[in-house]
């Protein structure tokens, strides 16, 4: 390969020795879970990037800490937020807030994300993520809420849309509406969970394309994938985003109409719950490359 | 409609299954009732909690069973719901809200039990910090060991029970067969706790050697946590607790009160 060649050709294989800058990849990452720590830092697999959940690294000390810290020397991480509570009416909670603040001192992550959702009120905590009510009033104050963290922060973080079970009467616009007005807002980018935009769709009835139309090209900055249950509640179907199995079809082709839309985008395959083998891992996130290649080709 | 805060104290008050206002008609039916709806939240509200529980504290969960730790868990959120968006928080109370469910109970030694259950997960996240080097407490000349203080590596914690929980303990991990039987009467427990390169260790200590190693804890010089571990064992030795302290790695800095430098 010439030098040209090269230098042209993005730089896919794991990384090695010495931290790089934070960059951001074309191939897809997954998510880090303990059990695949030593495995990963064994074979060194050929994915993106690691994502991790910021508050499972909250502590100070420990092997989970010091595998990311090796690991972290052969990949990029991005740091992703479950406990932030951005739409909780409570005051931002500063120690959450100073330890997502150590954790980008120490891995210099190449992108840090948190949710449209709340979780806590009056101090007490339900550590999921519930939904708000798309309203102008909410819009203020999760706008003020999300521009406090990138200030304290230094850095634009990204907003990712949830699953809901529930939709509030007093709503107002759409999920994609109100999303895209937050960033136009507080200059914050979105995560686009696409596996979430089809559980929503099926379970409150939108058309998901309407969805993807709806946010503007610049704002997507990350994608993440993942699979989802089917369940019967009041005789209904409803589809729960349990992360706990592969990607259903209908979300992968959601996914390559998200990207012929956005364009090549940061993606992530999320497991979780009943966490396979890491090789079915590798595949779903070697599925995603697969299929932002071929739009690639068709774009070209 | 209310503001934003009521709907979110409301809607967290009905997941906690308080008495509060009806907040069905702010949510949308489209086909499945709100009850239902809000169903999904409590649920994963419940198992998310009794998970973490479960697996923060396994030797509880496997001593009292799934359905009576779900039970106990249950009851718990309600009186020390999460206080943190980090939820491995939520365990640190269970040890004395245990206490005062079983007190006088046939489970009197369960507290003690997720006592030495949560040290262990203190342990595990706590602070790398290098273990006490051997040479620097030799270099030590006899005649400033009056004003030597000695601490304790971040990653141990001190217990101790009138119940043997270490042998309950161990009798409970996953791969032991639940056969064996243990009389509550048989000995106190004085234990170490310790992680060292990556491990956890659990230690049963003399009585005098764990006074010792409480006393260190407290901040008091050798001096007067020799006299203590003495009034505990007349027997004490300290050069065999100070060997055994070196190789257990749990002490972590020399310091000397009032300071001097070591020639």
């Known amino acids: 390969m010439s030098a040209t060649a090269a230098a042209l050709t993005p730089d896919l294989s794991p990384r090695s020795g010495e931290r790089s800058a934070p960059r951001e990849s074309l191939r897809a990452g997954i998510g880090l879970r303990a059990r695949h720590h030593e495995e990963i830092l064994v074979r060194l697999p050929a994915i993106g990037w690691l994502e991790v959940h910021s508050e499972n690294y909250f502590a100070r ?27 909780s009416t409570d005051p931002l909670n500063a120690e959450h807030l100073r330890e997502v603040s150590r954790l980008l001192r120490d891995f210099e992550p190449m992108l840090v994300s948190e949710h449209l959702s709340w979780s806590s009120v009056d101090g007490r905590y339900l550590n999921d993520l519930l939904p ?25 973080i990204l907003i990712e849309n949830i699953s809901s079970y529930l939709r509030y009467q007093c709503t107002e616009v759409p999920e994609w509406e109100f999303l895209a007005a937050l960033a136009k807002q507080c200059g914050c980018a979105i995560l686009l969970d696409v596996n979430n935009i089809y559980v929503n769709a099926t379970n409150h009835g939108f058309d998901p394309h309407e969805y993807l139309h709806g946010i503007p090209r610049p704002l997507v900055r990350e994608i993440h994938l993942a699979g989802h249950t089917l369940t019967r509640i009041d005789g209904r179907e409803m ?3 349990t992360h706990s199995t592969h990607v259903a079809d209908e979300v992968w082709a959601l996914y390559a109409s998200a990207l012929r839309r956005f364009g090549p985008v940061p993606t992530l395959i999320e497991w979780d719950a009943d966490i396979p083998e890491l090789d079915t891992l590798c595949s779903e996130a070697a599925k995603a490359d697969l299929i932002a290649e071929s739009c690639r080709a068709a774009a070209a | 409609m209310p503001p934003l805060r009521e709907l979110q104290q409301h809607i967290v008050a009905h997941l906690f299954e308080e008495q509060t206002t009806d907040i069905t008609p702010w949510i949308s039916p489209d086909g499945i009732t709100p009850v239902s709806r809000l169903r999904i939240y409590r649920n994963n509200l419940h198992e998310g909690f009794i ?57 009197r030694y369960l507290p003690d039990i997720a006592r030495l259950e949560w040290a262990c997960q203190e342990c595990l996240v706590a602070e790398e910090s290098e273990p006490l080097d051997p040479a620097a407490l030799r ?31 161990e009798a409970n991990q996953p791969e032991s067969a639940a056969s064996e039987l243990i009389s509550l009467d048989s000995a106190p427990d004085f234990l170490l706790v310790c992680r060292t390169t990556g491990r956890l260790r659990l230690h049963r200590l003399e009585p005098g050697h764990y006074r010792l190693l409480a006393s260190f804890a407290a901040g008091l010089g050798l001096e007067e946590a020799l006299a203590a571990s003495l009034a505990c ?16 790695r749990v002490l972590a800095r020399i310091t000397f009160h009032p300071p001097r430098s070591i020639p």
């Open chain 2, 139 to 169: 270099a030590v000349p006899l005649e400033h060991y009056g004003t030597l203080r000695l601490s304790l590596r971040s990653a141990c914690r001190l217990l101790d029970s009138p119940f043997p929980i270490l042998r309950i303990w």
């Open chain 1, 61 to 87: 000390g420990g092997a989970q800490r010091r595998q990311l810290e090796n690991l972290r020397a052969h990949y990029d991480v991005s740091l992703h937020g479950v406990g932030l509570s951005l739409g």
């Open chain 1, 239 to 241: 589809r729960i985003d």
């Open chain 2, 51 to 107: 998970k973490t529980l479960a697996l923060e504290f396994p030797v509880v969960h496997r001593l009292v069973g799934e359905d009576y730790f779900r039970q106990l868990t249950r009851s718990f959120l309600k009186s020390h719901p999460s206080r943190s968006g980090d939820l491995h928080h939520i365990g640190a109370p269970f040890p004395s809200f245990l206490r005062a469910q079983f007190a006088d109970s046939e489970y």
């Open chain 2, 233 to 248: 064992d007349p027997r004490f030795d300290l050069g065999t607790a100070l060997r055994r302290c070196i190789e257990h």
């Open chain 1, 132 to 156: 708000l009510p798309y309203t102008e009033e909410a819009l203020q104050h999760v706008a003020a809420r999300v521009s406090a963290v990138q200030e304290a922060l230094g850095v634009q």
